[in-house]
Nanobody, 123 residues
Framework: QVQLVESGGDLVQPGGSLRLSCVAS????????MGWHRQAPGKERELVAT???????NYADSVKGRFTISRDNAKNAVYLQMNSLKPEDTSVYYC?????????????????WGQGTQVTVSS
């Protein structure tokens, strides 16, 4: 089964930048879609951005123009470059993956989630 490990969360001042990384491990040949969600205390988990294997992207309106999602398909990795951070971006950020294609032809639909990484935007 796939395992997702995130990194890059930190405390940053408003207007600052962070880059989150997530790597999927396992005998994986490809992943159809990878993305990022976030959850702030007392709120529901919400979509931040997703990117398909072919490069199609989808962003939440609240992050358009500030965040950029990218992937390294060879490494089964997804990244989130976050610029112009605001206090309201403070959340735990979760990596997810859907449509896991394993070496040997096995397929799992998912979604699967990482353990989360904390991003805090505060002065």
């Amino acid at each position: 089964q796939v395992q997702l490990v995130e990194s890059g969360g930190d405390l940053v001042q408003p207007g600052g930048s962070l880059r989150l990384s997530c790597v999927a491990s396992g005998s994986i040949s490809s992943i159809n879609a990878m993305g990022w969600h976030r959850q702030a205390p007392g709120k529901e988990r919400e979509l931040v951005a997703t990117r398909t294997y072919g490069g199609s992207t989808n962003y939440a309106d609240s992050v358009k123009g500030r965040f950029t999602i990218s992937r390294d398909n060879a490494k089964n990795a997804v990244y989130l470059q976050m610029n112009s951070l605001k206090p309201e971006d403070t959340s735990v950020y979760y990596c997810n993956a859907e449509g896991i294609n394993y070496v040997g032809g096995y397929h799992q639909r998912g979604p699967y989630w990482g353990q989360g990484t904390q991003v805090t935007v505060s002065s």
